[in-house]
């Protein structure tokens, strides 16, 4: 072939036309790294979905189809004649649920190690299946199965029974609303990550949970069949706040290890029964659920799975909405079961775009008595493979399958394999729904490369000494404890009147309890979760003969509420109760929320109520260890003290006792509504009308402090001057409980400009994020400047003025209040080109055609100066020593460029420097790439010998 001849003897393709070929190669390979990098949308898939796209082409029908199913199995037995080898090894599900009522635990004792074992054999069950080759029924051939690793989940939600699954050997963690009554996400991130790192190293690698539900109506009932403690507060912001930082939390004590399920989607807070026993409704139209229930999901979705504050998938409840779609008659299916509200919700941003970056979609448990009553209330036509089918095609990506019996069935193994054959053969026959299952397992196995980027047994199974660790972080807790605690009434002004001392030492004291007892299985002993002297336990151990001798263990006695009922009932043998509580001085309670199969839990209203004659005269103290709202006004009125513990994990009970004997003043709030004192959550969160809003002037652009001085002092900041941009933003804005305000809480800055009958007031209306609001504005002319701002129903703000007068720069002052005019200065509205809002927004397009036009100007200047130095590097150099210049000039002009735009410390000073900074840059680099072409040239004429030689050139040519 000729390149500079023709057919008719010129001369063939000489060396430097080799040459040519290469270099022309070689500047186009420098032109594609001359265009911007994408952006991070339009970002390859991950390496995780890489290797999960791999996989999934090699996997039979069978074992796509299994991954789909997240099981559960009775007792500890995994040999190979029990159900749950069988589903593992023929069938392949992705995964297992271990349960207390399933009796997968022992206990008391040992229930850490055996947990761990069990997990352990579970995942070796896997592994050797997938190593031995074995006959495929379908088609009769020996296959050998992928090893895909087992997700091994849990629901392990704080304060022991009935919200943990295990409670012996881990760290008793606390409730959610001990949490959220703290009121710091940093200690919600410290909760997390012992849940983590714990159950890390059980082997687990799938946790059900946080719960991300919004408690905004307490249920006051007796019925106590609400979310209660489980939930972390009823404000919105708030419960999006505590899981993300719980979220974080668990991805980091857990290494990345165990994958995350907020549930439960899209929030059952508001339902009117329990969701596990019955389809629960909750009345409120999709916009109501953006504010609410959906607001909290909307928080832990900003990021996509992956994040460590990303959930990486959610638990979808069976929870029915009536007027979803905007008519308060109509009623939805089931949230999980109906394909267009399940479509329609998870379209919504940015939940939408967290669900397309690979969200995993989990169903509830499709073997409740709720799913079994919805399809048949009479409960005796239930067909799991009807129930399994209509929950996939609603959108759910794993099937969460608990006690999934069929009426025609025998037993829960012969219903999941029936449902799994079914599931494969309308994969053979139907196109979509076999496009379907494999979007969903692809899902589920980018998740499981996301936990174990090498699918070996190795790197599954964790090491042994982690097991040390487990059951050690009690320090975590009691912080939660101390920071929880709430004085719920009377207030702390009065308490120290009606209560000015500890208990004395010779002081009679009764403890009733609300006893709560529990098994870790149906064969294990039974455990007292709440002893009836749990409470005088502490007391004795914190303040007894071994502990100072604050009080005199003889003067103290403990009984349990059933042995109050029985003696409000007119029991002639508690004559020992009876003395105990006429002679004591102080009567405490230690309550739970009331339960529909324990009367006894009344037994604190019923003394109230029918024998106030027996409390006269002495002090009457509640520690409520559940949620704060079940008494109503008229109990609380007839307490001494009324506090708020929230959970009854041990360091619950000391910290109790401590606020008793006042050695610890209570400094938690309670994150939901409480009637029964008149704490409203909305009021509690709006900012505090007590304070001094503070106000900062600054350039735009300052990245200076925001002040969070609750008592703002004088300040004074750069001088403006006419045709000016300032930034004016608020310090932190407090709630009445001293916490920042929510996200969205509404502040209205004022600006008045003028002086006399011309002053002109402006009032620009933007809200709070992170417990600060901001807006901008432009100085027009030269005339005194006032700025203040409000955020019912606080009122008063620092004063910032601006005096500039003749065109000359002027100083900021701010300074106190001074009391609001009687009259009102002339209002308008504000232009939004005059005054626009700070309120931080996407990257805007003007940024996004400077990002362009940097780009244009870098790549004129690199190339510019590279052909400049090939031009006049020809006059002195062989050509091919001049490309080399060229070429070693524009690789390093452009090396200089993105690392401009991509190291993040060199892009934030760019950003600043602007288009000037990105020439010097590129203009640096073009200059280090010249003189290492020039060093190559002089030093390396060895080398340049030998990669001639190996492109096939030679001095002959």
Not at 295 to 314: E, K, M, R, S, Y
Not at 530 to 555: C, H, M, T, W
Not at 765 to 774: D, K, L, M, P
Not at 805 to 832: D, H, K
Request: net charge negative; glycine share 8%.
């Amino acid at each position: 072939m000729s390149i500079l001849g023709n057919s008719e003897g010129q001369p063939k393709a000489s060396g430097w036309g080799k040459r040519w070929i290469w270099l022309l190669v070689l500047f186009a390979m420098l032109g594609i790294l001359s265009f911007p990098a994408p952006s991070r949308a339009q970002a390859p898939s991950s390496e995780a979905e890489a290797r999960a796209r791999e996989l999934l082409a090699q996997l039979t029908p069978e074992e796509k189809i299994g991954q789909l199913f997240l099981v559960t199995f009775q007792g500890r037995d995994v040999g190979p004649n029990t159900p749950i080898y069988t589903l593992i090894t023929r069938y392949h599900v992705g995964g297992v649920v271990l349960s207390a009522a399933n009796d997968n635990f022992v206990g008391p004792d040992g229930t850490v190690a055996q947990t761990a074992d069990l997990i352990r054999n579970l995942q070796q069950v896997e592994w050797e299946a997938s190593q031995t080759p074995t006959i495929d029924p379908r088609t009769g051939q020996s296959v050998r199965w992928a090893y895909i690793p087992l997700l091994m989940g849990i629901s392990q939600e704080g304060d022991l029974y009935p919200n943990d699954q295990i409670f012996n050997g881990m760290t008793p963690l606390p409730s959610a609303m001990a949490i959220g009554a703290t009121w710091k996400p940093t200690l919600a991130e410290q909760v997390g990550q012992v849940l983590g790192k714990e159950l890390y190293a059980l082997g687990f690698n799938l946790y059900l949970g946080p719960s991300l539900d919004v408690l905004d109506v307490p249920n006051l009932g007796m019925s106590g069949e609400d979310l209660g403690t489980r939930t972390f507060g009823g404000d919105p912001y708030w419960v999006g706040e505590m899981g993300k930082a719980f979220i974080r939390g668990v991805h980091a004590g857990s290494n990345g290890r165990i994958a995350v399920i907020a549930k439960h989607f899209p929030g059952q807070g508001s339902s009117d029964r329990s969701p596990e026993e019955e389809v629960a409704t909750v009345r409120k139209s999709l916009e109501q659920l953006k504010q609410i229930e959906l607001a909290p999901f909307f928080a832990v979705t900003q990021a996509l799975p992956g994040d460590p504050i990303a959930p990486d998938g959610v638990l979808v409840s069976h929870i029915r909405y009536q007027g979803f779609q905007g008519n308060i008659r109509a009623s939805t299916r089931p949230i999980s079961l109906d394909a267009t509200a399940l479509e329609q919700l998870l379209r919504l941003d940015p939940i939408g775009n967290w669900y397309r970056g690979g969200g995993l979609v989990i169903s509830d448990n499709l073997g409740s008595n709720a799913v079994k009553r919805f399809f048949d209330p009479t409960g005796q036509n239930f067909d799991p493979r009807l129930v399994a089918r209509t929950a996939f095609l609603a959108g759910n990506d794993l099937l969460y399958v608990n006690n999934f019996v069929g009426s025609a069935d025998a037993n829960s193994l012969d219903a999941l394999t029936k449902t799994l054959d079914s599931f494969v053969q309308k994969y053979l026959e139907d196109a979509a729904f076999a496009e379907r299952v494999d979007a969903s397992v692809l899902r589920i196995l980018t998740l499981k490369y996301r936990l174990y980027p090498s699918f070996t047994i190795e790197d599954v199974l964790p090491e042994p000494i982690a097991l040390n660790e487990v059951g050690r972080s009690q320090s975590v807790v009691f912080e939660v404890a101390r920071q929880s605690v709430t004085l719920l009434s009377p207030d702390a002004a009065e308490l120290s009147d009606t209560l000015p001392r500890p208990p004395a030492p010779r002081e009679g004291m009764i403890f009733f309890t609300d006893v709560q007892n529990a098994r870790q299985c149906s064969t294990c002993s039974e455990q007292a979760i709440f002893s009836v002297d749990g409470l005088k336990k502490a007391v004795v151990r914190l303040y007894g003969p071994q502990a100072g001798g604050q009080i005199n263990e003889a003067y103290l006695s403990a009984y349990s509420f059933q042995d109050l009922t029985a003696y409000l009932n007119g029991g002639q043998e508690m004559t020992a109760l009876d003395n105990n509580l006429r002679q004591a001085e102080w009567v405490v309670f230690s309550i739970l929320n009331p339960r529909r199969d324990h009367p006894e839990a009344d037994a604190l209203r019923r003394l109230l109520t029918e024998r106030p004659d027996l409390i006269r005269n002495k002090r009457v103290i509640v520690f409520a260890f559940n949620a704060p709202y079940y008494l109503d006004a008229t109990d609380v009125s007839k307490l001494t003290a009324y506090y708020g513990v929230y959970s009854k994990a041990p360091p619950f009970l000391d910290m109790a006792a401590r606020v008793l004997f006042q050695e610890v003043v209570p400094v938690g709030a309670p994150p939901v509504s409480v009637p029964g004192i008149g704490y409203d959550l909305i009021t509690a969160t709006s900012p505090d009308p007590t304070q001094v809003i503070p106000i900062l002037v600054e350039p735009v652009g300052s990245e200076g402090a925001v002040s969070s001085q609750a008592t703002p002092q004088s300040t004074e900041v750069p001088a403006f001057k006419v045709g000016d941009v300032i930034l004016i933003r608020t310090g932190l804005i407090y709630d009445h409980n001293r916490n920042p305000v929510p996200d969205g809480t509404v502040v209205r800055f004022m600006i008045t400009a003028g002086v006399g009958e011309k002053r002109i007031q402006q009032q620009v209306e933007t809200v709070t994020n992170q417990g600060v609001a901001q807006t901008t504005y432009k100085i027009a002319e030269a005339v005194p400047i006032e700025i203040r701002a409000v955020s019912d129903p606080a009122l008063l703000s620092q004063i910032v003025t601006i005096n500039i007068t003749n065109g000359q720069e002027a100083a900021v002052t701010a300074v106190l209040p001074t009391p609001i005019p009687s009259q009102t200065p002339e209002t308008r509205a504000t232009p939004t080109n005059e005054l626009p809002t700070s309120t931080p927004q996407p990257e805007s397009t003007e940024d996004q055609g400077a990002s362009v036009g940097m780009w244009l100007v870098s790549v004129f200047v690199v190339w510019g100066v590279g052909m400049g130095v090939g031009g006049l590097a020809a006059r002195v150099v062989p050509i091919r020593l001049a490309f080399q210049q060229a070429m070693f000039t524009i690789i390093g002009g452009m090396i200089a460029y993105l690392a401009s735009v991509v190291l993040p410390s060199a892009k934030n000073g760019m950003g600043q420097a602007g288009i000037v900074g990105i020439v010097i840059a590129v203009l640096l680099g073009c200059g280090i790439g010249w003189g290492l072409s020039r060093l190559w040239q002089i030093t390396g004429g060895y080398l340049r010998s030998r990669l001639e030689r190996w492109l096939g050139v030679n001095e002959s040519e």
